[in-house]
């Protein structure tokens, strides 16, 4: 069972930066970024294959976040830039063997960590 653990949340102004880390275990075919504000069901930020042509971003967040993908480290990260309020979540890493922004798609996920845009 592959073990996931996020890193690099925390309290930002609008128009700032975060980058999100989430390491792995071990390597494993598609990693996928979510987030769950608070009331809200979780959905999906971005997705990550074993290539880079296999990417892609819910609309909300194209031009603004990019993904990547270190197989030396097992890591994968999430830079989000020009933040806006509506970004503000728990954010999670998740491992699964489709290419999707669907949740149910995954079967293992990290414990997440928290994003706060505000001035």
């Known amino acids: 069972q592959v073990q996931l653990v996020e890193s690099g949340g925390g309290l930002v102004q609008p128009g700032g930066s975060l980058r999100l880390s989430c390491t792995l275990s071990l390597r494993y075919r598609v990693i996928g970024w979510f987030r769950q504000a608070p009331g809200k069901e979780r959905e999906g930020v971005s997705y990550i294959g074993l290539s880079n042509s296999e990417i892609r971003y819910t609309e909300s967040v194209k031009g603004r976040f990019t993904i990547s993908r270190d197989n030396h480290k097992e890591a994968v990260y999430l830079q989000m830039n020009n933040l806006k309020p509506e970004d503000t979540a728990v954010y999670y890493c998740?491992?699964?063997?489709?290419?999707?922004?669907?949740?149910?798609?995954?079967?293992?996920w990290g414990q997440g960590t928290q994003v706060l845009v505000s001035s």
């Open positions: 998740a491992a699964g063997p489709t290419l999707s922004l669907n949740p149910d798609a995954y079967s293992a």
